[in-house]
């Protein structure tokens, strides 16, 4: 019976004793990397930002963001609208990307309009979205379609208020500068297309329009296209979409992991961003807050929220934090609503 017990504690000793090594390395790991890793990682990361202000990219001239960025700051009624941005034109007031809806932007004081950009297989850059066409029953990608059928595509015929329009065409690039040099409005163009083929035909069209960076911003989901493009083109204003799902898509770990995810986002913004010289990040609403815009504006950069539809939000985006936000209806603009009943 003694024996038993003596080889009960024994074993209690051993399983204490192995317990104390593990957690016994596991300090000594530690002391480890707070000895080694970390200064080297501290170094690592201090020659890394040296290297940032060798390779980063001269910012636009002050003119030209003022021209395309800057907002009034009298308090003028029609100051306010300055905060919206008309997504797609206002694809619920008017069909999405097409003359029509421009006009209804420019009639309700908005110069701010953010439309689609893609390349046709003919090498064309047209104002289309992918949806315009599953509408119109084609399910084909847009870089594989030719301008002479897209040209055959009736972007109003399948909006919900189609019987109020005349019937249009899908705008070219090249047609869409020359009706804004007239109707001057402060053009938003986003393409989620990053192939070489977008970036060579990009490149293209900026050196054939010399004012096209004094009309246009140029919102991406690749940051590897603005800074090929800024680098030659150092005035070219440029804006970045942050999709919801990119992050998810990409790693497993963001989306478990919330230090990892803020790690990267600090390193996207405060070393990718800088270094490339983007002016506008576009954040879905859900993910942002006030302290999320005072860290963007703290390097420079104006935070914008997509999408806002609801009066009540607009007030807050407009009142509250002061932000400029993507709306597809330009009617739900509050002050819009509270003018039409005073009346």
């Known amino acids: 019976?003694?024996?038993?017990?003596?080889?009960?504690?024994?074993?209690?000793?051993q399983l204490i004793l192995y317990s104390f090594s593990i957690f016994s390395f596991f300090i000594n790991f530690f002391f480890l990397c707070c000895n080694f890793l970390i200064p080297w990682l501290a170094i690592f990361l201090l020659m890394l930002l040296i290297a940032t202000k060798f390779i980063k990219l001269k910012d636009p001239d002050k003119e030209i963001i003022d021209e395309l960025l800057a907002c009034s700051n009298n308090k003028e009624e029609n100051s306010e609208m300055e905060f919206p941005i008309a997504n797609k034109g206002g694809v619920f007031d008017a069909p999405e990307n097409s003359i029509v809806a421009l006009k209804q932007c420019l009639e309700k004081n908005c110069r701010n309009v953010l439309l689609d950009l893609d390349v046709t297989k003919?090498?064309?850059?047209?104002?289309?979205?992918?949806?315009?066409l599953e509408k119109?029953?084609?399910?084909?990608?847009?870089?594989?379609?030719?301008?002479?059928?897209?040209?055959?595509?009736?972007?109003?015929?399948?909006?919900?208020?189609?019987?109020?329009?005349?019937?249009?065409?899908?705008?070219?690039?090249?047609?869409l500068l020359e009706l804004n040099s007239k109707l001057n409005l402060k053009l938003y163009l986003l393409t989620t297309n990053s192939s070489n083929k977008m970036f060579e035909t990009l490149r293209e069209a900026i050196k054939?329009?010399?004012?096209?960076m004094n009309q246009v911003v140029l919102i991406t989901t690749s940051p590897f296209i603005v800074y090929q493009l800024r680098k030659q083109f150092s005035n070219l204003i440029c804006g970045l979409w942050m999709d919801k799902t990119t992050l998810a898509k990409n790693s497993y770990l963001f989306?478990?992991?919330?230090?990892?995810?803020?790690?990267?986002?600090?390193?996207?913004?405060?070393i990718i961003s800088p270094v490339i010289g983007i002016k506008i990040v576009i954040i879905h609403k859900d993910e942002f807050n006030a302290h999320i815009s005072s860290l963007w504006r703290s390097v420079g950069i104006r935070p914008i929220v997509y999408t806002v539809n609801s009066p009540n939000e607009k007030r807050y985006f407009q009142q509250v934090?002061?932000?400029?936000?993507?709306?597809?209806?330009l009617r739900s603009e509050p002050q819009i609503i509270f003018k039409t009943k005073a009346r």
């Open 122 to 132: 003919c090498n064309q850059l047209v104002i289309l979205n992918k949806q315009t």
């Open 136 to 175: 119109a029953g084609i399910q084909e990608p847009i870089n594989q379609l030719t301008l002479e059928k897209l040209k055959g595509i009736n972007p109003v015929e399948h909006h919900a208020l189609a019987q109020q329009f005349e019937p249009e065409k899908i705008l070219t690039l090249d047609e």
């Open 321 to 329: 934090v002061k932000t400029q936000y993507l709306t597809d209806s």
């Open 255 to 270: 989306k478990t992991s919330a230090i990892l995810m803020a790690i990267y986002m600090a390193i996207f913004r405060n």
């Open 1 to 13: 019976m003694l024996g038993k017990v003596l080889n009960t504690l024994n074993m209690i000793y």
């Open 208 to 212: 054939k329009h010399p004012k096209f």
